[in-house]
């Protein structure tokens, strides 16, 4: 079956710290990838997706990695605020599974002020 | 707010209840998903209804019974739920099946006791 996974379950850093979330994948045929944020309370909020055919995407504050060789995609956190405490997690989706996505567990990432 | 509406956003029910959940959606989609979150587990899919017809039921007990009556409504009915049964339910939808991103609403809390 698919496997997404994520390295660290908690992460804790300083306010004004940049923050990055691992999360690793099995299935090399996985060809689109999300990261949700779900703050206590409320349902997963989309933050940036990659594709396949891209290495690196930025949005505002954000920076997906995503490592093909390695099956590996990382969420960049900027200037981490308070804000941005939640839970993280990264969905894949593989055309040859019905075009459903697989959801990791999530990390949840604590901000210190 | 992502468009996405669900209530109850609370429910405790009996084994022998009946009930069920309601989930609408704002932003014109047309395929719309039913989740299950369950502490420390990854998100489940349920269900996917794409322009109002099933395509995917990923082995779910009979005792949840989705319906889709048009695009921007999705029903879950629940009856004779066991206690393992009790996690968040959360509907998502997206502008097609696939690679596209799914908006969720904020998940019904469900207990049956």
């Known amino acids: 079956g698919e496997s997404v996974g994520l390295h660290l379950p908690t992460l804790s850093v300083q306010e004004g710290d940049n923050s990055i979330i691992n999360c690793a994948y099995s299935?090399?045929?996985?060809?689109?990838f999300i990261w949700y944020k779900q703050e206590s309370g409320k349902g997963p909020q989309f933050i940036i997706d990659?594709?396949?055919?891209?290495d690196k995407r930025q949005g505002q504050r954000v920076t997906v990695l995503l490592n093909k060789t390695v099956k590996h995609l990382s969420l960049q956190i900027a200037a981490t605020q308070p804000g941005d405490s939640a839970v993280y997690f990264c969905?894949?989706?593989?055309?040859?599974?019905?075009?459903?996505?697989?959801f990791g567990t999530g990390t949840s990432l604590t901000v210190i002020p | 707010e992502t468009g996405v509406t669900q209530t109850p956003r609370h429910l405790v029910m009996g084994m022998t209840n009946k009930k069920s959940l309601k989930c609408e959606q704002h932003?014109?989609?047309?395929?719309m998903y039913w989740y299950k979150q369950s502490a420390k587990k990854p998100l489940e899919l349920m269900f996917v209804?794409?322009?109002?017809?099933?395509?995917e039921n990923n082995s779910v007990p009979s005792r949840f019974s989705p319906e889709c009556p048009n695009s921007s409504h999705l029903f879950l009915h629940l009856h004779t739920l066991q206690p393992e049964d009790s996690a968040l339910y959360l509907c998502?939808?997206?502008?097609?099946?696939?690679?596209?991103?799914?908006?969720f609403g904020p998940g019904t809390r469900l207990t049956v006791t």
């Open positions: 998502a939808s997206s502008y097609g099946q696939g690679t596209y991103e799914q908006y």
């Open positions: 209804y794409n322009f109002k017809e099933q395509t």
């Open positions: 299935n090399s045929a996985s060809d689109y």
């Open positions: 990659i594709r396949s055919n891209m």
């Open positions: 969905a894949e989706n593989t055309p040859n599974t019905g075009n459903q996505f697989y």
């Open positions: 932003l014109g989609h047309n395929a």
